[in-house]
């Protein structure tokens, strides 16, 4: 059947009515089957990415209603978040700024619940939610997502208070999961004359304090869009005072030292981009990172085409150019982080930000913020509203996280440069680091090369002749189950990935090439290839 399509006719037809590339169909038995050389460049690293490259985000709208904060007590959860440690975890989003510290109410039931739990015993080991609650919560939460989903699509947003109960298990859940919480404070609390009101924000501070939180902070998010959210248009100049106000709170408290991002502001486009430029201008000074957010479409309207669309995955790079160009003329030093993204947004595009078919864009997308030099990445969700969680809302991975797993475990912080020679690159994506030291089964000088099919025929990649007799790796990602490129589960070299149980995490298992055989991807997979004993001066 696919013999018979023309260069050029839609990805639609490709795919066919049933909108899934199962494996049978992709290993039809005509194919050509493509030899491509690949180029590597390692004599000195491009960049150095932080331990924490690949972090993660819970979306401040979990708080909307804090009973569903008692989820981050779920074993299962937890064992899941400490598997990508270490990382960032971002509490914020738009609800960030719809946020008010009450430090007076009163926890919620389950909270209350989840508290009695953890008497006289050890938290992060025992500190768990009980299970009667958790399934009654889990049976509400399909009606609260709904909720949230809404309140995003109308752009209505309502204040809601959090206690510190909620502030708790936020930290706890980081804490335990070996993650390092970045709290977004509500930056639309606002005086007459438009000034931010920072007492809120001194509240909690002094609650984190008492408690001796180890907390980093930021101060609203995508400030760009207040108008439409919230009828308050505040100017770069304006946020950048804000910053700088909260920068000085933070030094008169047990907070000194701790460090401050922003501004979050969305894709660098038009009034973004002078925004961005007028904060750092004003108060760029006393920001550790740069932070922006990118989605490559409208979740509503995104299509399976749009997913596995080269052109899209490019439309990246041009954005990461505007916001390098604007920095290196306001604040030539400062780090750029990735503070919040995804494929889509607006919760992201059902049945496809969750599947298998959304590995490209993540892939990819790590693949050239760590090359262009990005130095952190926060994935938008790890578990919460919409489709473009990590963890779904019975707590079972997705592929994403599997992908993030594998990431976590084999790529290090090292960026060199891998690519394809040759025509038609753009379809076959390849990316090159030094091994991550820390996998038991690697050393310093091994490399790590991972890569994205695109084309509808399995490609086999030539490593450079001076690493032809390397022992090589091999962690083929491919879909698991009938559902193809839309399913919800993944196979790692023919396994397919699930948890032992609630507290253990499967084996990644290696498949390792015979020493001189091409690194074989098929259509529409991605990949891992570990280079053992490539002895590259670069990573020692």
């Known amino acids: 059947m696919l013999l018979l399509l023309k260069p050029g006719l839609s990805l639609l037809l490709l795919l066919g009515p049933l909108g899934a590339l199962s494996p049978g169909v992709l290993a039809g038995p005509a194919q050509t089957e493509d030899a491509v050389e690949l180029d590597f460049s390692t004599e000195r690293p491009v960049h150095l990415v932080s331990p924490a490259f690949l972090s993660f985000t819970i979306d401040a709208n979990l708080a909307t209603d804090p009973r569903f904060l008692t989820f981050l007590g779920s074993p299962k959860l937890?064992?899941?978040?400490?598997?990508?440690?270490?990382?960032?975890?971002?509490?914020?989003?738009?609800?960030?700024?719809?946020?008010?510290?009450?430090?007076?109410?009163?926890?919620?039931?389950?909270?209350?619940?989840?508290?009695?739990?953890?008497?006289?015993?050890?938290?992060?080991?025992?500190?768990?939610?009980?299970?009667?609650?958790?399934?009654?919560?889990?049976?509400?939460?399909?009606?609260?997502?709904?909720?949230?989903?809404?309140?995003?699509?109308?752009?209505?947003?309502?204040?809601?208070?959090?206690?510190?109960?909620?502030?708790?298990?936020?930290?706890?859940?980081?804490?335990?999961?070996?993650?390092?919480?970045?709290?977004?404070?509500?930056?639309?609390?606002?005086?007459?004359?438009?000034q931010w009101n920072s007492s809120n924000a001194q509240l909690l501070l002094d609650y984190c304090s008492s408690m001796s939180y180890n907390i980093s902070w930021e101060l609203g998010n995508e400030p760009n869009s207040f108008q439409k959210k919230a009828g308050i248009f505040i100017d770069g100049l304006q946020l950048g005072e804000d910053f700088i106000e909260l920068h000085e709170l933070l030094g008169k408290s047990s907070f000194k030292n701790a460090k401050l991002y922003g501004p979050d502001v969305g894709q660098p486009r038009g009034k973004t981009v002078k925004?961005?430029?007028?904060?750092?201008?004003?108060?760029?000074?006393?920001?550790?990172?740069?932070?922006?957010?990118?989605?490559?479409?409208?979740?509503?309207?995104?299509?399976?085409?749009?997913?596995?669309?080269?052109?899209?995955?490019?439309?990246?790079?041009?954005?990461?150019?505007?916001?390098?160009?604007?920095?290196?003329?306001?604040?030539?030093?400062?780090?750029?982080?990735?503070?919040?993204?995804?494929?889509?947004?607006?919760?992201?595009?059902?049945?496809?930000?969750?599947?298998?078919?959304?590995?490209?864009?993540?892939?990819?997308?790590?693949?050239?913020?760590?090359?262009?030099?990005?130095?952190?990445?926060?994935?938008?969700?790890?578990?919460?509203?919409?489709?473009?969680?990590?963890?779904?809302?019975?707590?079972?991975?997705?592929?994403?996280?599997?992908?993030?797993?594998?990431?976590?475990?084999?790529?290090?912080?090292?960026?060199?440069?891998?690519?394809?020679?040759?025509?038609?690159?753009?379809?076959?994506?390849?990316?090159?680091?030094?091994?991550?030291?820390?996998?038991?089964?690697?050393?310093?000088?091994?490399?790590?090369?991972?890569?994205?099919?695109?084309?509808?025929?399995?490609?086999?990649?030539?490593?450079?002749?001076?690493?032809?007799?390397?022992?090589?790796?091999?962690?083929?990602?491919k879909p698991s189950g009938p559902d193809g490129l839309f399913s919800k589960s993944v196979q790692l070299n023919g396994q397919t990935l699930k948890m032992v149980d609630d507290q253990t995490l499967p084996a990644l298992t290696e498949n390792p090439l015979r020493p001189g055989s091409s690194l074989g991807l098929p259509a529409f997979s991605y990949g891992f290839f570990v280079i053992r004993n490539a002895k590259v001066a670069s990573c020692i």
């Open 78 to 194: 937890r064992t899941l978040a400490r598997g990508l440690s270490p990382a960032y975890l971002r509490f914020g989003g738009t609800k960030t700024d719809f946020l008010i510290f009450d430090p007076k109410k009163e926890p919620s039931f389950e909270e209350r619940n989840y508290w009695q739990s953890q008497f006289n015993q050890d938290i992060c080991k025992s500190g768990f939610i009980p299970s009667d609650v958790e399934k009654r919560l889990q049976l509400e939460w399909p009606f609260q997502e709904q909720l949230l989903l809404r309140e995003q699509y109308q752009k209505k947003f309502k204040n809601s208070t959090y206690s510190r109960s909620s502030v708790d298990i936020l930290y706890t859940f980081a804490n335990c999961c070996g993650l390092h919480l970045i709290f977004g404070l509500n930056a639309l609390l606002r005086t007459a004359d438009l």
């Open 275 to 477: 925004m961005l430029r007028s904060f750092l201008k004003a108060g760029g000074e006393v920001i550790d990172s740069v932070t922006w957010h990118h989605y490559y479409l409208n979740g509503r309207i995104a299509t399976k085409e749009d997913f596995l669309n080269p052109d899209v995955l490019d439309t990246f790079i041009l954005s990461v150019q505007k916001i390098f160009q604007v920095v290196k003329e306001t604040r030539p030093h400062k780090k750029v982080w990735l503070g919040e993204t995804s494929s889509a947004y607006g919760g992201g595009a059902p049945l496809l930000s969750n599947t298998f078919a959304a590995g490209f864009m993540w892939l990819d997308k790590l693949g050239l913020s760590a090359r262009m030099g990005i130095e952190v990445v926060m994935r938008q969700v790890f578990f919460g509203a919409g489709n473009y969680h990590l963890v779904d809302e019975n707590f079972e991975p997705l592929p994403d996280y599997w992908l993030s797993l594998l990431f976590k475990k084999l790529v290090g912080t090292n960026v060199l440069m891998a690519s394809v020679k040759g025509p038609d690159r753009n379809k076959l994506r390849v990316y090159l680091h030094c091994t991550n030291i820390n996998h038991p089964r690697y050393k310093e000088g091994d490399l790590t090369l991972y890569a994205l099919n695109l084309h509808n025929v399995t490609k086999h990649l030539q490593l450079p002749y001076y690493l032809f007799d390397k022992q090589v790796d091999r962690y083929l990602v």
